[in-house]
């Protein structure tokens, strides 16, 4: 993301690069008669530029716990690595990874395909108490466990504690406080209030949970996305860009947004956990302490901001599946994660890390973890990941006004009601 969850779904089967020797190809390895692991374990991490080499550094220290196990890591965009995953998986797995780190609704889809292995009963679970019961959720399909809680995130309101202090504003609680505080902050200071990301879908779910909607009632097999909420949460997010009070971009939306919170273009942001160590190393947060985050603000209905986050997932058609479970294990334990939120400040997935003297006193980690704990999960189905893709289409057209906010919700409800197999009503 990051991220650009939606922007997966909108990748089409892309040709593999040559860029690994996976779970197809790759050196068989497994178990010998003495217990050891050996062999290749290939890991496609899908992590940013922020983090990618924190992550490889991790991975790297596996090697030294198994010395007879070498890891092939390999950075693949995140915009990319689900299309490529199963256009690998689909052709046979040459090329496939042997490990994958998938955001939490690829976890289901793949699976539901086949091509994932279960880890229940394997040594890629262990402590299996520990983990949130929110993350471990989005690890489950059809009762069987399927990944390894590796991150879990939400959304924030990032904030430039400076801009607003100068034009006398506070954080802002909610949708309309946010609109009168960045025409405020605009007055004030010539700068922008708010730059909101207008090219990934998941950037709407605040909009949409703040007015008491969800995009289904998986319970009731009923899609609700176009019921009035939804048309609100259109609107509100039109508003705002309509007002003045939020500039957005529907093309170049994650560069373009950090761009402007780093260099103090821009009062305020959307994001999350995985966007903090970048928004750091601009030139508005020399000083660290100027970054301010607060939950997003709540719209008619109340505050929400939706649950993501990634698992560690194991190709079925590893190779070499015993250094591959032992590797997820390894990534997912408590020693990584403390490892991970000590320097990028992502959230833990094992409620015992959050016990862990430095994480505990990171003042991004207890505001996430709030978060977090009141985070909406998102439909745990296969066709998880494809409800962005209707979202994606409609939202930019929204914002830019070639869409009115009912327009949008009934063509996105009727790309669910055909996407969606079943009684779905």
Same mark, same amino acid.
């Given at each position: 993301?990051?991220?650009?969850?939606?922007a997966?779904?909108l990748?089409?089967v892309?040709?593999?690069?040559?860029?690994?020797?996976?779970?197809?190809?790759?050196?068989?390895?497994?178990?010998?008669?003495?217990?050891?692991?050996?062999?290749?374990?290939?890991?496609?991490?899908?992590?940013?530029?922020?983090?990618?080499?924190?992550?490889?550094?991790?991975?790297?220290?596996?090697?030294?716990?198994?010395?007879?196990?070498?890891?092939?890591?390999?950075?693949?965009?995140?915009?990319?690595?689900?299309?490529?995953f199963?256009?690998?998986?689909?052709?046979?797995?040459?090329?496939?990874?042997?490990?994958?780190?998938?955001?939490?609704?690829?976890?289901?889809?793949?699976?539901?395909?086949?091509?994932?292995?279960?880890?229940d009963?394997?040594?890629?679970?262990?402590?299996?108490s520990?983990y949130?019961?929110?993350?471990?959720a989005?690890?489950?399909?059809?009762?069987?466990?399927?990944g390894v809680?590796?991150?879990?995130?939400?959304?924030?309101?990032?904030?430039?504690?400076?801009?607003?202090?100068e034009?006398?504003?506070e954080?802002?609680?909610?949708w309309?406080?946010?609109k009168?505080?960045?025409k405020?902050?605009k007055?004030?200071?010539?700068?922008?209030?708010l730059y909101?990301?207008?090219?990934?879908?998941y950037?709407?779910?605040p909009f949409?949970?703040g007015?008491?909607?969800?995009?289904?009632?998986?319970?009731?097999k009923?899609v #609700? !996305?176009?019921?009035? %909420?939804?048309v @609100?949460? $259109?609107? *509100? /997010?039109? &508003?705002?860009?309509a007002?003045?009070?939020?500039?957005?971009?529907?093309?170049?939306?994650?560069?373009?947004?950090?761009?402007?919170?780093?260099?103090?273009?821009?009062?305020?942001?959307?994001?999350?956990?995985?966007?903090?160590?970048?928004?750091?190393?601009g030139?508005?947060?020399?000083d660290p302490s100027?970054?301010g985050v607060?939950?997003?603000?709540?719209?008619?209905?109340?505050?929400?901001?939706?649950?993501?986050?990634?698992?560690?997932?194991?190709?079925?058609?590893?190779?070499?599946?015993?250094?591959?479970?032992a590797?997820?294990?390894?990534?997912g334990?408590?020693e990584?994660?403390a490892?991970?939120?000590?320097?990028l400040?992502?959230?833990?997935?094992?409620?015992?890390?959050?016990?862990?003297e #430095? !994480?505990?006193?990171? %003042?991004?980690? @207890?505001? $996430?973890? *709030? /978060?977090? &704990?009141?985070?909406?999960?998102?439909?745990?189905?296969?066709?998880?990941?494809?409800?962005?893709?209707?979202?994606?289409?409609?939202?930019?057209?929204v914002?830019?006004?070639?869409?009115s906010?009912?327009?949008?919700?009934?063509?996105?409800?009727?790309a669910?009601?055909?996407?969606?197999?079943?009684?779905?009503?």
């Amino acid at each position: 993301m990051r991220h650009g969850i939606a922007a997966t779904a909108l990748v089409a089967v892309i040709a593999l690069t040559g860029t690994a020797c996976g779970g197809g190809d790759g050196d068989g390895g497994g178990k010998g008669s003495d217990g050891k692991i050996s062999g290749t374990v290939t890991y496609w991490d899908t992590s940013n530029e922020a983090e990618k080499g924190t992550y490889e550094q991790l991975a790297r220290g596996f090697q030294k716990k198994y010395p007879d196990v070498k890891v092939n890591y390999v950075n693949v965009p995140f915009g990319e690595a689900l299309a490529k995953f199963k256009n690998a998986a689909g052709s046979g797995g040459s090329g496939a990874p042997d490990v994958l780190r998938a955001e939490v609704a690829w976890t289901q889809d793949l699976a539901n395909i086949g091509y994932l292995a279960k880890l229940d009963g394997t040594t890629a679970l262990a402590d299996r108490s520990d983990y949130l019961p929110k993350a471990a959720a989005g690890t489950k399909f059809k009762g069987a466990t399927y990944g390894v809680p590796q991150v879990i995130d939400t959304l924030g309101l990032f904030y430039n504690k400076k801009m607003l202090k100068e034009a006398g504003v506070e954080p802002p609680t909610s949708w309309a406080g946010l609109k009168a505080a960045a025409k405020k902050i605009k007055q004030k200071t010539g700068k922008t209030g708010l730059y909101l990301r207008g090219d990934d879908a998941y950037w709407y779910l605040p909009f949409l949970y703040g007015e008491g909607g969800d995009l289904l009632d998986t319970g009731a097999k009923k899609v #609700t !996305v176009d019921d009035a %909420p939804g048309v @609100k949460a $259109f609107a *509100a /997010a039109r &508003d705002l860009v309509a007002s003045g009070a939020a500039e957005t971009d529907a093309t170049d939306g994650w560069d373009t947004m950090q761009h402007a919170i780093k260099n103090g273009d821009a009062a305020m942001t959307l994001n999350g956990p995985w966007a903090i160590e970048d928004t750091l190393a601009g030139k508005a947060f020399k000083d660290p302490s100027n970054l301010g985050v607060v939950p997003v603000p709540a719209g008619s209905g109340g505050q929400g901001a939706p649950q993501g986050g990634h698992n560690l997932t194991v190709y079925a058609g590893s190779k070499n599946l015993d250094a591959s479970y032992a590797f997820a294990r390894y990534m997912g334990s408590a020693e990584v994660q403390a490892k991970t939120t000590e320097k990028l400040s992502l959230l833990p997935t094992r409620t015992s890390v959050y016990r862990n003297e #430095t !994480v505990a006193a990171n %003042p991004n980690v @207890k505001f $996430f973890k *709030a /978060a977090v &704990d009141k985070a909406v999960e998102r439909p745990w189905i296969p066709e998880g990941n494809s409800l962005f893709q209707a979202i994606l289409v409609q939202f930019p057209n929204v914002l830019a006004g070639r869409t009115s906010p009912k327009e949008a919700a009934t063509s996105v409800g009727d790309a669910y009601r055909k996407l969606l197999k079943g009684d779905w009503k």
